[in-house]
């Protein structure tokens, strides 16, 4: 059976659960259309990615 050699201390502890918090979302604003969209995502309003044109535009 695995026993841990020595107790860990609040500090490891809390060093190991930092990454579990929640962190907000991240948004930038498009260079061409200036509307906010997820980093490295399509922006789906002009179908575009990167300066390309990657699917058609969304009809509203």
Do not use: N
């Not at 107790?7 to 060093?15: E, I, L, Q, S």
């Not at 922006?43 to 699917?55: A, E």
């Amino acid at each position: 059976m695995a026993v841990p050699k020595s107790k860990v201390t609040r500090m490891k502890r809390g060093f190991r659960r930092s990454a579990d918090a929640l962190k907000a979302a991240t948004y930038i604003e498009d260079k061409d259309s200036g509307e906010l969209r997820r980093p490295h995502h399509i922006d789906l309003k002009s179908g575009m990615y990167r300066g390309r044109q990657v699917i058609e535009p969304q009809d509203d």
